[in-house]
């Protein structure tokens, strides 16, 4: 006999999943894809995986990110402002390969309860 929860729960994973595929087609438009560094930004992850496959990434002014956010086990000390809200950064999230591209990008997407979590950070260029 099947758990009837169970079945209801694998139901929304494969919603999940499809929704998630079919938001990160819509995403690539290929408006860069002759862009030289178009590429590198598709290899790009942190500690939470790869950064291109879940969410969009976005350049963000100097004045929308610094390094005065919460340092300990989980914050990096960075901390971005996304919607007039500052959001620390968590280490996993830091990007730590050269920045071949020198502006900042932060990669942003909303967790099960709609919060803006951050998926991916690279400093730019001089950070």
């Not at 919603?15 to 290929?30: E, P, R, T």
């Not at 408006?31 to 350049?59: E, I, K, M, Y």
């Amino acid at each position: 006999m099947i758990n009837r929860g169970l079945f209801i729960v694998a139901g929304w994973v494969a919603v999940f999943c499809l929704i998630m595929c079919v938001k990160s087609h819509a995403h690539d438009d290929g408006t860069h894809a002759n862009d030289p560094l178009h590429a590198w930004f598709d290899q790009l992850a942190s500690g939470r995986g790869l950064c291109c496959s879940f969410a969009d990434g976005v350049s963000i002014a100097e004045v929308d990110w610094d390094n005065l956010g919460t340092i300990d086990d989980v914050n990096s000390g960075y901390r971005v402002r996304l919607d007039g809200q500052w959001i620390d950064v968590p280490k996993n999230a830091v990007i730590t390969e050269p920045n071949k591209d020198g502006r900042t990008f932060v990669w942003p997407h909303q967790d099960s309860e709609g919060k803006t979590q951050i998926r991916c950070f690279m400093p730019g260029a001089g950070a």
